[in-house]
């Protein structure tokens, strides 16, 4: 049985993002408009990889499984039907914020975005402990691999920056060497060091030097 897990990394980082929205919704002076500013940059980044992250299952992940297991993929497409459909809408209340909302309607959006984080939580850890499993059951290390090389090739710089900087943090330190080993040695220094630099803007002092002595030897 395979041993990659083709979910564990971005889904660490949508953890991630997804807990710091929330976080920060929960906070926000809505009257502040550098704060709500903020909070719709944070937004715009997690619906970016939230939109992204379910086109790469849809477009890759499961249509290798469904190309070897027919009708594998089934549940976790329709999950990804009526989830999109929430965050289609959240997205754009969240774009429509002015801050002159009331404490009821803003309480209220709060409800519905954490609504939808539990809902995606339990989606994301079905596909973990289901999903996963049929992935490590019907292919071979080599061939996951190979999957996630494809997805990889197709991610634009920005992007990629994007996921790094909310997968690496999420991370234990051993598991983003290899990761970004594999970065170091396949980019231009200039983005390399762009994208350590996002990073290091989200760890703990401690862990990021860590990180960088450990990539250095």
């Given at each position: 049985?395979?041993?990659?897990?083709?979910?564990?990394?971005?889904?660490?980082?949508?953890?991630?993002?997804?807990?710091k929205f929330s976080f920060r919704l929960g906070y926000?002076?809505?009257?502040?408009?550098?704060?709500?500013?903020?909070?719709?940059?944070?937004?715009?980044?997690?619906?970016?990889?939230?939109?992204?992250?379910?086109?790469?299952e849809n477009d890759h992940t499961l249509r290798h499984l469904e190309e070897r297991v027919p009708g594998a993929s089934a549940h976790d497409r329709d999950d990804h039907e009526k989830l999109d459909a929430v965050q289609e809408d959240l997205q754009m209340q969240l774009q429509g914020l002015t801050g002159e909302e009331s404490a009821d309607e803003i309480?209220?959006?709060?409800?519905?975005?954490?609504?939808f984080q539990s809902e995606y939580l339990e989606h994301i850890n079905e596909e973990e402990t289901v999903t996963e499993v049929l992935l490590q059951k019907h292919f071979t290390d080599e061939e996951l691999i190979q999957h996630r090389m494809g997805i990889m090739k197709k991610l634009e710089p920005?992007?990629?920056?994007?996921?790094?900087?909310?997968i690496i943090p999420a991370?234990?330190?051993?598991?983003?060497?290899?990761?970004?080993?594999?970065?170091?040695a396949n980019t231009p220094e200039p983005f390399f060091e762009q994208v350590m630099s996002t990073?290091?803007?989200e760890m703990e002092e401690e862990r990021y030097q860590e990180l960088e002595r450990k990539l250095l030897f």
């Open positions: 049985m395979a041993t990659i897990r083709s979910f564990a990394a971005p889904h660490k980082g949508l953890r991630n993002i997804i807990s926000t002076d809505f009257n502040n408009p550098s704060a709500l500013q903020s909070l719709k940059d944070l937004g715009k980044e997690m619906f970016t990889l939230l939109n992204d992250h379910v086109h790469t309480h209220a959006f709060y409800l519905k975005f954490a609504l920005d992007m990629l920056t994007l996921w790094l900087k909310y991370q234990r330190v051993d598991e983003s060497i290899g990761m970004l080993g594999g970065l170091k990073i290091k803007g």
